[in-house]
Structures are given as C-alpha cells and as structure tokens.
Nanobody, 123 residues
C-alpha cells in the first residue's frame, strides 16, 4: 500500500513559479513509477509528467514541456514538480500518483493517488 500526500500548491501570478511536493509512505517507493496529473474545473483529469523508478525515463505532456520539471528523491520518498512560467491555463487541482508498472503515462494504470493540491494562476 502506498499513501501519497501533496503540498506546495497556491495562488501565483502568470509567469511565476511553484514547486509541488509529494511525500510517499511505503517501503516500495523506489520501485514504482511516479506521475503528476491535473484536473481543471469541468475538464477530465490529464497527464502532466511522469518519472521512472530509476529516474532514467521522464515524460511530459506537450503543454508543459520546457516549463515543468519532475524529479524524485528515493532516499526521501518524495517526488517534485517544479513549475515555471505558469499560465492561467495551468490552473487546476494537481494530483500525485503512483504506478507499479515499470513505465506508464496512462491515468488508469496508476493505482495510488494523493488528495490533490490546488494551483491557481492569475492573469
């Protein structure tokens, strides 16, 4: 069982930055793929970024490439999402998720989810 707790959301002006953190409990953190997803009001939850257990493979949605950076610290059981050059369209609830698969960016293949953290970008 993996428990995930996000933090770091908030209100920021367009062009600003935020860093989200996701603390995971469970001895198998280093053995799982971690991802960030987001859900804006009235929209479906969508993939943002993912990082393989080793950190070797990383993937991003086209909408955030070049602006967001995902990283993980297996010693601290924590995954991060550094968000720069934020835009109003980045406003959403951001969710941390964990998958036991070696690599996936598919929402349905993530079995464990955090409670989400709100990110609001004002124009």
């Amino acid at each position: 069982q993996v428990r995930l707790v996000e933090s770091g959301g908030g209100l920021v002006q367009a062009g600003g930055s935020l860093r989200l953190s996701c603390a995971a409990s469970g001895p198998t953190f280093s053995s799982i793929t971690m991802g960030w997803f987001r859900q804006a009001p009235g929209k479906e939850r969508e993939f943002v970024a993912a990082i393989m257990r080793s950190g070797y493979n990383i993937g991003y949605a086209d909408s955030v490439k070049g602006r967001f950076t995902i990283s993980r610290d297996n010693a601290k059981n924590t995954v991060y999402l550094q968000m720069n050059s934020l835009k109003p369209e980045d406003t959403a609830v951001y969710y941390c998720a964990a998958s036991s698969l070696r690599w996936t960016t598919t929402l349905s293949e993530y079995a464990y989810w955090g409670q989400g953290t709100q990110v609001t970008v004002s124009s």
